[in-house]
């Protein structure tokens, strides 16, 4: 922890530094068409775009290995994820447009609020499945811990997107409250560059302002650090609870330092989103009392990322019954789909079928 602590701070040090700057905002410029006065179209890809990414890939890596820690394989970890993403991404457009009735904004806060929601949801399902294949079931709370964790990485590292973008800026230094001014007198964002979006939505480029995303970064990733300490002990109500409320916590204060557009009234819809996902952490945690009486295992969480064995059978055995079931069955799947043979697929035929993939497996501890 302590070398990913180092790490970290080297690299929002560098960015909290360089990003603001007109040069950091795009990556590179693919040619795609020359018109007839010999001006070259092109697409622009951003530091945006691949710090959000790289964001994105820290936070499912982590996920993968807290899971993994957990005794959870890989397949169902990636199975989560998507069934949970398959909800939160049209939710981040769906949410902003209700919010802030923009049609082509995403919101982060939306799609998390909704992703906490359908999160144990999701996992109540896959231990519903896996307890039907004769699998170990997901530990809730601590699943919800990792989640929570990784949660706090990708956002805290996505900030850095929004500084080289010029988005989700703080208020003005001059506009601040004086305990503000004080505070950020020496320490602020300017950015520069007429493509950033504070330049061109208002107009505040070269001007100070409060550094809310470095904000945001630090107390994310400095949390998540923390939570992932307490997880690795077993204390997986205090990780769950303290991210949760740090996090959202922060985000319904912090919109008195920003200036963008967060929607109408004095407390916004993305304010009461955060208040209710904290008392929804504290309510899961309450009516999930069981714990896993075994500690998590760093070397199973690694293992984990690198091939997903445990817990499961061999992806050998495992190939070889599904071939055998498909060579005996695998002419039914024509029959479903003629509805002049569909009463040939019986209950039984089903059973049959789930008897032979799954077999008789004794659960590894």
């Known amino acids: 922890m302590l070398i990913l602590g180092t790490l970290l701070a080297g690299l929002v040090s560098w960015a909290f530094k360089r990003l603001p700057d007109e040069r950091w905002q795009f990556l590179a410029s693919v040619p795609i068409l020359k018109d007839?006065?010999?001006?070259?179209?092109?697409?622009?890809?951003?530091?945006?775009?691949?710090?959000?990414?790289?964001?994105?890939s820290f936070a499912v890596a982590l996920l993968i290995v807290l899971f993994g820690s957990l005794r959870i394989t890989t397949s169902v970890t990636l199975a989560v994820i998507s069934a949970v993403l398959l909800a939160c991404l049209p939710a981040a457009k769906w949410v902003a447009?209700?919010?802030?009735?923009?049609?082509?904004?995403?919101?982060?806060?939306?799609?998390?609020?909704?992703?906490?929601?359908?999160?144990?949801?999701?996992?109540?399902?896959?231990?519903?499945?896996?307890?039907?294949?004769?699998?170990?079931?997901?530990?809730?709370?601590?699943?919800?811990a990792a989640v929570m964790i990784a949660y706090a990485f990708g956002e805290g590292l996505g900030r850095l997107a929004c500084i080289s973008f010029g988005c989700c800026y703080g208020v003005a230094l001059r506009e601040a409250h004086p305990l503000a001014r004080r505070i950020f007198d020496r320490w602020h964002f300017v950015f520069s560059g007429g493509m950033k979006k504070i330049s061109y939505a208002i107009r505040l480029e070269g001007k100070q302002v409060i550094p809310i995303q470095a904000l945001t970064c630090l107390l994310y990733?400095?949390?998540?650090?923390?939570?992932?300490?307490l997880f690795l002990n077993g204390n997986y109500d205090v990780a769950f609870v303290s991210s949760m409320a740090v996090t959202q916590g922060w985000r319904a204060l912090s919109e008195v330092l920003r200036a963008d557009y967060r929607g109408e009234g004095k407390i916004t819809a993305y304010q009461v989103m955060r208040i209710l996902a904290i008392v929804f952490a504290l309510v899961l945690t309450i009516l999930l009392p069981e714990r896993p009486t075994r500690r998590p295992s760093v070397s199973s969480g690694h293992r984990s990322a690198v091939a997903s064995r445990s817990f499961s059978p061999a992806p050998s055995a495992l190939g070889h019954r599904l071939h055998h079931v498909w060579e005996k069955h695998g002419h039914w799947g024509a029959d479903i789909l003629s509805s002049s043979r569909r009463s040939n697929l019986t209950y039984l035929s089903i059973r049959s079928i789930l008897s032979e993939t799954i077999g008789n497996r004794t659960v590894r501890e």
Do not use: D
């Open 36 to 56: 007839a006065n010999g001006h070259w179209h092109g697409l622009n890809l951003t530091y945006y775009g691949l710090l959000t990414a790289n964001a994105l």
């Open 221 to 229: 990733v400095g949390v998540g650090l923390i939570a992932t300490l």
């Open 97 to 144: 447009r209700w919010v802030e009735g923009k049609q082509c904004t995403f919101t982060i806060a939306g799609a998390f609020f909704v992703g906490i929601v359908i999160a144990p949801v999701v996992l109540q399902m896959s231990n519903y499945l896996l307890s039907q294949a004769a699998y170990p079931t997901v530990p809730i709370i601590p699943a919800l």
